[in-house]
């Protein structure tokens, strides 16, 4: 299976992504958290008064596996404004505006 990486962001470079997963066992590997443990997840849990909240020691972060059989995504690689002018011009024409990709990964 081909590894693809989407990071939603603000037009340009935003995209979509819809994987049917399989879901797996969660684990709570302490190992695995501090590995790809990122500074700005902190922001995602409030603090409550405990010190580790946020952090790779925070008893709430749980990894949850999945197995991807395949995924879709749309990835925009234009301007913002250029984005604009091809969703007003589709819009006025009536075509599909042209914005961006859709890409396929799967097992095959």
Same mark, same amino acid.
Not at 2 to 21: A, E
Not at 72 to 80: C, G, I, L, R, S
Not at 91 to 104: C, I, L, Q, T, Y
């Given at each position: 299976?081909?590894?693809? !990486?989407?990071?939603?962001?603000?037009?340009?470079?935003?995209?979509?992504?819809s994987?049917?997963?399989?879901p797996? $066992?969660?684990? /709570? &590997? *302490?190992? $695995?958290? /501090?590995?790809?443990?990122?500074? &700005?997840? *902190?922001a995602?849990?409030?603090?409550?008064?405990?010190? /580790?909240?946020g952090?790779?020691? &925070?008893? !709430?972060?749980?990894?949850?596996? $999945? &197995?991807?059989v395949?995924?879709?995504?749309?990835?925009?690689? %234009?301007?913002?404004p250029? $984005?604009?002018?091809e969703?007003? %011009?589709?819009?006025? %024409?009536?075509?599909?505006?042209?914005?961006?990709e859709?890409? !396929?990964?799967? /097992?095959?």
């Amino acid at each position: 299976m081909s590894s693809t !990486r989407c990071r939603s962001r603000v037009i340009p470079g935003s995209c979509w992504s819809s994987p049917p997963p399989e879901p797996e $066992v969660s684990a /709570r &590997d *302490k190992e $695995v958290i /501090r590995q790809l443990h990122a500074p &700005d997840w *902190k922001a995602w849990f409030a603090t409550g008064g405990d010190p /580790r909240a946020g952090t790779p020691d &925070d008893p !709430r972060l749980v990894l949850i596996g $999945v &197995d991807v059989v395949s995924a879709t995504y749309f990835e925009v690689d %234009k301007p913002q404004p250029v $984005v604009l002018y091809e969703l007003v %011009k589709a819009w006025v %024409k009536g075509d599909p505006p042209d914005v961006g990709e859709v890409h !396929r990964v799967g /097992r095959g």
